[in-house]
Each structure stands twice: as C-alpha cells, then as structure tokens.
C-alpha cells in the first residue's frame, strides 16, 4: 500500500459526506442529519490533513477522464496545513448551521457545495477543474447567506459579493487560459509562465492577484465583506473566514511562486503585494475600530488578516527575484501560520457573535456582562481568540506576526534600496495593523462582552465551540515547533526543505537563526501566569487588609448615572476623529417631539463612516450596467421575427470571425 493512501481515503471519505449532506437537503433532510454529516466529513478532511502533513503529502491520482480531459488530483503539504487548522472551525460550524431563517436545507446545501469547491481549489492540478471548483466555493458562500438572511438586504449584499467574486473569476480564466490547462502538477503551465517575456508575465501577474483579490478582500474588494459577514451567520463567516479565505490564498501563492519567473517579474510583483497588502490591512483594521456589530467588525478583520498574509506573500516574492530562497520560504511559511492561526481565532470569535446574540438577541456590541456568565467557555476561549487577533502572547496570532516581523528585518540581506524602502514601508504598515487591531479587540471584547447586562449565557452548543476552537488557538503556538519541520516535504518554493527545520532552533522558534531573534510560546505559557502572581497577591493583601471599597463612577468630574457604560462609540470616537480624513465621518441627530414642539419625548443619535471605493468606484459601475441594460432591453420587443433575426446575426458574426480568424 502506497504510504499517502491514507491521506487519500480520509479525504475521499470527507467528499462522500459532503455529497450526501447535499444530497440530504435536496431531498429536504438538510436539518439536523444535513448538518451531521458535513460535520463528519470535516473532521474526516481533518484526520486527513493531519495524516497526509505526517507522510508527506499525497500522490497524484487522476480522478476521471473525460474527452480527453484528464482529472488530476494532489495536496501538497502547505495546502494540508491550511486544511487542517480550518478543518477544526469548519466542522463546529456545520454542527452549528446557520441561522436558519432563509432555510436549513439550503444553507447545508451552500456549506456542502462551498466545501467541496474549496478542497478542490487546493487540490485539484488542472486549469478548468480547478476554474469549475473556484466557482462551486463562491456559489456555495452565496447560498448560505441567502439561507441566513432571507431578505432584500441580504439579496443585495449576496449578488454585491458574487459580482466582484465574478470579476474576479473572469480574471483567473484569462490567466489560466493563456498559460493553458497544464498536465499533473501544473507543469506545463508553470513552464510557458516562466518562458514568456516581462510584461506579459506581469499581466498574467496582476490578473492573479486580481482573481485572488476578491476573495482576499484586497482593496478595493474588501468593502463587500462587512455587508456579507453582517447579513451571516457566525457560521457561514466561519466558513468564509477558514477554509475559503485559504483556498484564495493558496492560489496565489501557488501561482506567483510556483509557477511565475523569478528577477524582475518576481521583484515588481512582490512590491505590487508588499503595498497591496499593507494598505488593504489598515484600511480594514480602520473601520473595524469602529464598527458597533460583531460580524461586521469580524467582516473587516477578515480582510485585514488577509492583507497581513499578503505581505508575508509580497516579502517572500522580493527575497526570491534577489535569490534569497530561504527568506523567500521563510515568508510563505509565515503567511501559513498566519492564516492557519486566523482559521481558529476568527471562527472562535464568530461563534461567540451568535453566542451573543442567543443570549441578547442581537448582534450589538454593547455591554452584556457575558463573561461573567460564562467564564470558563467565552472566558478562555473568545479571550484567547481576541488575544490572538490582537497579536499578543502567547498565542499563534503573536507567533505569526513575529515571525512576519522578522522576515521584513531581513531587508538588509537584499541588494538595492528600493527593495529595502518597500519592505520597511510594509513592515511600518504591520506595525500600524498590529496597533489598531489591539485596540479593535480590546473594544470587542471589553465593550461586548463585559459590563452589567442582564439575562441568560449563550447556548451550550455556542460556548463549547468557542471553548474548543479557543483553546486550539495558544495550543497551536506550543506545538509548533514539532510542527514547522514537517512543512519541509512540500515541493514549493525552492528552499523550503531547509527553512522549515531552520525555523525551530530546539524549543525555540527561530527565523532561520537563534542568534537574530528568538521565543518560546510553551515558556511563556508557563511564565505568564508566574508573573501575575505577584500583582494577585498585591490585591489579595490590600483586599484583605482593607475591604473592596466601591466608588462611584467618576467621569471627568461630571455626575453619571451609576449604570452609565462605555458604548462602541465612544471607546473609538477619538480615532474617528482623528483619522477623519479617511471615515469621513457623518453623524444623524433626530428629535421626537411630544404634542408640542418645546417638549422632546426622545433623542435619536446615529453615526456612520462613508466608504472610500463604492462611492468612486462601484456605484459607478453599477449605474453604467443600469443604463446599458435600459438600452438593450429595446431587444425584448415580444416578437418572434426580430428574435430570429437577431440569430441570424449573432450567426453571420461568429461565421465571419471563424473565417478571418
């Protein structure tokens, strides 16, 4: 028996499932039996990946031949280690489901046909099966959220997304049609890529990152992501935010260096990343900050993380076109912790979006007083998730951006200063993102899940998917310095097989030296809790000695009701202000009045944050497709002789392209 067989079967296994929980909706079983079954199937796809990362991935099969048309197969390990960690939050979401308002039956159906879509992006070796795959995840995405919210809004948000995800789609066939189909492994295409001169690789170049972009949320498409994740359920934004958001990745990392020449190309593409990256991270990270729901903000940290993996992405391209093929995979390496880690904090968070609203009915970020209500699941598990997010220690999210850090201070090992300007602008743009998203998530969690609010605790189902996906999170950084090593096996990017083992200097995670930098997350694991001993103590002495003392709340020497609370808008109304330029903000006051005009009943304050590119961009497009629609439907004139002259034209005009052709 072939040493990778296992890791094949397990997958096939998860593909079996996920047909049948389809097959279970359409035939109106997509409820609980629906929901199971895509649940086993991810935890099959996920003994899978563990299994195949052990091995050494797994062999290429030809699934089916059809014309002429062979099938081919594969994961390789950096697609097993983006499986695996968004395997974990998959499979609570399929248990979960969603909200269920627009159907059961339909979201299973959405989830099952996303699902498969995805794991075919990351295995699937030819250009039009892998074409056909990219379009069941988007469709899939879109039928879950037209399950979760059956509704105009949730209509608009959902052709919204599927229409720059078309654009993007469009943009990948063009690129995987001039590099043609390719044989098993892509090779055929990664050899016309890399013998085709200067601008047309770039071209080829842009259009990857272009149909990659949009699932990525790089700017301009990330503002499709808060209306998306705002109408979803924390499931479908499980799903969106893991296995999904991977398989876009993956692409494009595989395209840009697997397939693409090297020198100048890789040089001009990288830096294209390096800013595309930086700045989709803290435009998104911006209007985070201030958003007041918990999907929404979860929404933009997506395309944040992305932007961050991006820059990885973008580091690596300018350290291989120098010939540095060690940095090159120690950044790619670091986009796939990066986003393995992302994988299980966003899930964990987004559980907790629909943990709050089973306990407060909405998805508000207000003072709920949650975590008191259930310290031991939300209280580790969305902490450790918020802390990850955040990039603090000692969980994987610190551990990434560390790593991330430390690749772009390896700039001086490039020739050159342009390279050395780009990669410090990027690394001052991470270090920006790492300083608005603390303060975004101690706003989450702090405003939403803290404070006097009254009522029961999530559902159990909500808080032991958050306890198991939070717990993953620090879990993570202990184990991966067994785990790095393991990465080594995988075929892309030349020196890969040395990076990996280099990254762990005994139990220290190192890049690629100990004598440059170094941590351990086990020795923090374990030193953190030692040092707040002393602090403990200090309170458990002036407690004792003194009593709890309570005060009442002081507000800059203003009286304050004693229920007065922090709201999500004035925890960031300070940056609102003060990055305006960006928000522009607008704010709504309107008066109910009672019989008379001199007596308000009440007082009604909004606020809202304009866009940068629907305004400039989108609306824009969206009126010209408006009006050349108004045009043409002069063609629907109800009779049959005009229909078939138009045939018969469309006809003369292919015959006459054929022949001069």
Same mark, same amino acid.
């Given at each position: ?52 990362? *052990? ?72 250009? &039009? ?37 078309? *654009? ?65 359920? /924390?499931?479908?934004? =499980? ?42 991270? &803290?435009?998104? &990270? ?77 998805? %508000? ?33 610190? *551990? ?54 009254? /009522? ?18 620090? /879990? ?11 990465? $080594? ?48 103590? %200090?309170?458990?002495? %002036? ?13 800059? /020497? ?18 609102? *202000? ?66 078939? $002259? ?10 006459? =392209?054929?022949?001069?052709?």
């Amino acid at each position: 028996m072939h040493a990778t067989e296992p890791v094949l079967s397990w997958i096939a296994v998860a593909t079996i499932l996920w047909i049948f929980a389809a097959l279970f909706a359409l035939v109106g079983l997509g409820g609980r039996a629906g929901r199971w079954t895509l649940a086993a199937g991810g935890v099959a796809c996920m003994i899978g990946a563990a299994t195949g990362l *052990v091995q050494g991935g797994s062999a290429v099969v030809q699934l089916a031949t059809l014309g002429g048309f062979h099938v081919h197969f594969s994961l390789d390990e950096a697609a097993l280690w983006l499986i695996l960690w968004a395997a974990l939050p998959a499979s609570c979401a399929a248990a979960l489901g969603g909200s269920g308002r627009g159907g059961s039956d339909r979201w299973t159906f959405g989830a099952a046909l996303g699902l498969l879509g995805a794991l075919g992006v990351f295995g699937l070796r030819d250009g &039009i099966a892998l074409l056909i795959a990219w379009e069941a995840m988007s469709l899939g995405g879109a039928l879950m959220l037209l399950a979760d919210g059956d509704d105009a809004e949730g209509g608009i948000a959902g052709l919204f997304m599927l229409a720059l995800l078309e *654009v993007g789609a469009v943009a990948l066939l063009l690129a995987l049609s001039a590099l043609g189909t390719g044989g098993p492994g892509f090779a055929a295409v990664a050899e016309r890529f890399q013998n085709i001169g200067f601008w047309p690789a770039m071209l080829l170049g842009l259009l990857f990152i272009v149909g990659t972009g949009a699932k990525l949320g790089l700017l301009p498409f990330y503002e499709w992501f808060p209306n998306v994740y705002g109408r979803a359920s /924390g499931s479908s934004g =499980a799903l969106l935010s893991g296995l999904f958001l991977n398989a876009a990745w993956f692409v494009l990392a595989r395209a840009l260096l697997d397939w693409a020449p090297g020198g100048a190309v890789a040089m001009t593409l990288g830096i294209v990343l390096l800013a595309l990256g930086a700045v989709s991270a &803290i435009l998104a &990270i911006l209007f985070a900050l201030q958003e007041s729901d918990w999907r929404r903000l979860l929404g933009y940290s997506t395309a944040e993380n992305a932007g961050l993996a991006v820059v990885a992405l973008g580091a690596a391209l300018v350290f291989r076109a120098q010939a540095q093929a060690q940095l090159a995979a120690l950044a790619f390496l670091v986009g796939l912790i990066h986003l393995g880690g992302h994988a299980l904090a966003k899930g964990t968070l987004l559980f907790t979006a629909d943990g709050v609203r089973s306990a407060a009915g909405s998805y %508000a970020i207000e003072p709920s007083g949650l975590l008191r209500r259930a310290p031991l699941t939300l209280g580790l598990g969305a902490v450790f998730a918020g802390m990850s997010l955040a990039a603090m220690p000692p969980t994987i999210g610190f *551990v990434s951006e560390w790593y991330l850090f430390q690749t772009i201070f390896h700039d001086f090992a490039l020739h050159g200063q342009g390279p050395r300007i780009a990669l410090a602008l990027a690394g001052a743009g991470v270090a920006l993102t790492a300083a608005l998203a603390l303060a975004t998530f101690v706003k989450l969690l702090g405003v939403g899940l803290l404070g006097r609010g009254e /009522g029961a605790a999530p559902a159990a189902r909500y808080r032991l998917a958050v306890l198991i996906n939070g717990l993953s999170v620090p /879990g993570l950084a202990v184990v991966l310095v067994w785990l790095l090593p393991l990465l $080594a096996a995988n075929s892309w990017p030349e020196g890969i097989v040395h990076a990996a083992p280099a990254m762990v200097h005994g139990a220290l995670l190192v890049p690629l030296s100990a004598g440059f930098a170094f941590i351990s997350p086990a020795m923090l694991m374990l030193v953190g809790p030692l040092l707040s001993l002393p602090a403990l103590f %200090a309170v458990w002495l %002036a407690v004792g000695r003194r009593g709890l003392r309570r005060a009442p709340l002081w507000s800059g /020497g203003l009286p304050v009701a004693p229920r007065t609370a922090t709201t999500s808008l004035a925890f960031s109304n300070a940056m609102r *202000v003060f990055y305006g330029f960006v928000y522009r903000p607008t704010n709504d006051t309107r008066r109910d009045y009672a019989s008379q005009r001199y007596f308000v009943r009440a007082l009604r304050f909004g606020y809202t944050q304009s866009s940068i590119f629907t305004p400039l961009l989108f609306k824009p497009a969206v009126s010209l497709v408006e009006r050349a629609a108004h045009a043409f439907r002069r063609l629907q004139s109800g009779f049959l002789n005009d229909y078939i $002259a138009i045939v018969g034209l469309l006809l003369l005009a292919v015959f006459a =392209a054929v022949f001069f052709y």
